[in-house]
């Protein structure tokens, strides 16, 4: 038999140990059954979770986060003052233990807090949902056939890139209508305590005690949580606290675009903005609802108007939907300003978490983490102003030179509903056989159908 026949028989002849043999050697092999592998740790509870968000607010969220809307501060707003920021705290508590008695919760804070020497968790009383069927032919939230588009903007910069607007034509949604393909991108992190998902349940403020959050309070010091249905929580706040306000300036530029520029909020992670506002595209029966976020790409920004976790932020700037901390400057282009003569700007700074458990976790993953309670504070910053002509120009008045946007109420009337709020009970849109007397009218009217939209595509 010559070589070459030799050298092809040898493989049947040593075939499966010869195979093995370099297979392994390639690093092919699987690992043998039975190999010993480390096992996962064994993690129960926790028993009781604790939230507190702490948010910084300024301009017009401020007024409805505390700073008020008395005649002073009408006054200020006329004059071109914007209400002073106001600290917020939202706590919750939830707990699979029932409560012995009466649920009874309370946070004794810190000194530094000034706001007394406890703030009380109460659990609501339950609700009765309606339980009478409802027949829906449109989208929920859209109770009849809206009128006008909308417009969807994204990115920074003088002009708008390829793709932009993506047009919505609300006269489309209806019956066997798909709904819009609006980009959205889930983020992830755990559900806070929330009142029916958890056994036991506390809340503050609640109707016990709506204290305002002193201007110069801080959360740095001792806390401890007690209640009848929840092991007892202490825990230091050391380094994390209220964060800064927002320092946001806009100005008009000779291009038609407007430059947004704020001073870098400390301890932020990361920054988004978004606005929307009305117009009208022929000066009178066509109305545009438009949308616009600071992400470089397409975004509607459902997902983060709130507070966000570190991680997810900064992968969230890694995709280039969320602005970097370092970065100070965005530019709305000029399609933007020219579509949207009057809208509000929303500006959020996300900030750093603290994330404390009891008790720590066993080094050796042999040991089950049984986890009595869990704390999580979360920090962010906001803001939020109108863009345009300013409240000079909605309040009809002519200071910058510039004309008063469309839809601006005249002198002495209350300003425009904000999108996303209820109308009021008198503002129905006119039929649909009737076209808007002019373009106030006009984007006054879309404003109320952007409302109704809105409510119905991202609450459905």
């Known amino acids: 038999m010559n070589a070459k026949s030799r050298s092809t028989l040898l493989p049947a002849r040593h075939g499966p140990r010869a ?22 740790q064994v993690v129960r509870g926790p028993v009781a979770t604790y939230w ?3 948010d910084t607010v300024s301009g017009f969220g401020a007024m409805g986060a505390g700073g008020g809307m008395g005649i002073g501060g009408m006054l200020g707003m006329l004059a071109g003052r914007a209400p002073a920021p106001v600290r917020t705290l939202d706590l919750r508590l939830g707990s699979s233990q029932s409560a012995s008695g009466a649920p009874e919760a309370a946070h004794l804070i810190p000194p530094g807090m000034s706001m007394g020497p406890q703030l009380p968790l109460v659990t609501p009383e339950p609700t009765r949902a309606s339980t009478e069927p409802t027949e829906r032919t449109l989208p929920k939230g859209i109770d009849e056939q809206p009128k006008g588009r909308m417009l969807i903007y994204w990115g920074c910069g003088e002009k708008v890139g390829p793709g932009q607007p993506v047009v919505i034509d609300f006269s489309k949604i209806g019956p066997g209508q798909p709904m819009p393909n609006l980009t959205s991108r889930s983020v992830r992190g755990p559900r806070g305590p929330s009142f029916g998902q958890s056994r036991s349940y506390g809340a503050w403020p609640n109707e016990r005690d709506r204290q305002t959050v002193p201007a110069q309070a801080s ?20 380094q994390h606290d209220f964060m800064p306000p927002v320092e946001l300036s806009t100005s008009r530029q000779p291009a038609g675009t407007q430059q947004m520029s704020w001073r870098p909020v400390g301890g932020a992670t990361g920054y988004f903005m978004s606005a929307v506002g009305a117009g009208s595209a022929d000066g009178g029966g066509t109305v ?15 997902a983060l ?11 969230l700037i890694r995709e280039r ?14 399609e933007v300003v020219k579509s949207m003569p009057a809208g509000l700007l929303s ?43 300013g409240m000079a120009g909605l309040m009809g008045g002519a200071g910058g030179g510039g004309r008063a946007p469309a839809g601006a109420p005249a002198a002495g009337s209350a300003p425009p509903t904000p999108a996303g709020s209820t109308p009021p009970s008198d503002g129905a849109p006119p039929p649909a056989s009737q076209a808007p007397a002019n373009p106030s009218d006009a984007v006054e009217q879309g404003l109320r159908e952007g409302a109704r939209v809105l409510r119905g595509l991202f609450n459905r």
Request: with cysteine.
């Open 347 to 389: 500006f959020i700074a996300y900030g750093d978490e603290l994330n404390v458990s009891h008790p720590p976790r066993p080094a050796d993953p042999k040991v089950p983490w049984d986890i009595q309670w869990s704390v999580k504070l979360r920090l962010k910053s906001s803001t939020s102003q109108m863009l345009g002509e």
């Open 305 to 315: 108007a709130d507070y966000v976790q570190p991680a997810e932020v900064s992968r």
């Open 52 to 54: 507190l968000s702490a």
């Open 288 to 302: 545009d609802i438009v949308m616009w976020t600071s992400s470089a790409v397409q975004e509607t920004g459902g």
């Open 219 to 238: 959360l740095r010091g001792e806390h401890q949580i007690k209640g009848n249905y929840s092991p007892d929580i202490r825990f230091a706040v050391e």
């Open 321 to 334: 939907v969320v602005l970097p901390p370092d970065r100070t400057e965005c530019m709305l282009p000029a």
């Open 19 to 40: 195979i093995l043999a370099v297979v392994g050697t390639l690093g092919l092999v699987a690992p043998q059954a039975g190999a010993q592998t480390t096992p996962a």
